[in-house]
């Protein structure tokens, strides 16, 4: 890599790195960036992504924990249902593109974010809807297999689900911090036995990553509820949109 092609991979870490801290989602920008601005292949570029994920998602969740913002026995369950499933991803990804997954994710994250657009008051931690321990596993074994598979962390698929239950934005996006961590080192393992990571990519991403989560997840405390609400709702749409636009482009 030339010192160029360093700068530039750090500031897509870095945006990546911030939205992911700010609203939870951003690792999807992740590996289409490197694929289609770097040429990296899509098999190289998704466990880079995965092993990037686990210093930051510690990070992210270390500052939304100091902040009181994870919800700890749900979160739990979830990681609880996700870590197993992201080494099950890890190995799928081995022989499945995944591009079927990524419209049902996308599909999904549309009918979220518009969910939360028409919500006429914001949620509060007090009115989150309690889920039983298969439930929340459940959730964590969908949200760990459909992140292993397509590079993006938990939060692209965690976020837009526990959004369309009722949980308030910043709970979701505490889940999102939670998960991150267990998912991508879980993935790692995983493609480390039935694959190969890139080292060298990977240790200029993390280090980008982790400067973005700070500054993001800063940014969202910083705001008001019903703000990040709002914002959530919009990159949900967007983030969905770009998805199926890649899909259809693609085919």
């Not at 951003?26 to 694929?35: C, E, H, K, R, W």
């Not at 739990?76 to 190995?91: D, E, M, R, S, T």
């Amino acid at each position: 890599m030339t010192g160029l092609e360093i700068i530039e991979l750090a500031g897509v870490g870095l945006v990546v790195g911030t939205l992911i801290g700010c609203v939870g989602i951003g690792g999807v920008l992740l590996v289409p960036s490197l694929a289609y601005l770097f040429g990296v292949p899509v098999h190289t570029a998704i466990p880079v992504a995965m092993v990037a994920y686990v210093l930051s998602g510690a990070v992210g969740a270390t500052l939304y924990a100091r902040k009181g913002s994870i919800q700890w026995k749900p979160a739990l369950w979830i990681i609880a249902g996700a870590a197993p499933a992201a080494f099950g991803g890890a190995l799928a990804v081995s022989v499945t593109p995944g591009k079927w997954l990524e419209v049902l994710i996308a599909t999904l994250i549309v009918f979220a974010g518009i969910n939360a657009l028409r919500k006429t008051k914001s949620l509060s931690v007090a009115t989150a809807p309690t889920m039983g321990a298969a439930s929340l596993s459940g959730i964590g074994a969908v949200t760990g297999v459909g992140s292993a598979m397509t590079g993006t962390g938990g939060p692209l698929v965690l976020v837009p689900i526990t959004v369309w239950l009722g949980f308030p934005a910043i709970t979701a996006v505490g889940f999102s911090q939670a998960v991150q961590m267990p998912i991508a080192l879980s993935a790692t393992v995983g493609n480390l036995m039935y694959g190969s990571i890139d080292w060298r990519l990977a240790a200029v991403l993390a280090p980008a990553l982790i400067g973005g989560t700070v500054m993001g997840a800063k940014l969202a405390h910083a705001v008001p509820a019903e703000t990040l609400r709002k914002i959530l709702a919009c990159v949900l749409v967007l983030v969905g949109c770009f998805l199926l636009g890649r899909f259809v482009f693609a085919s």
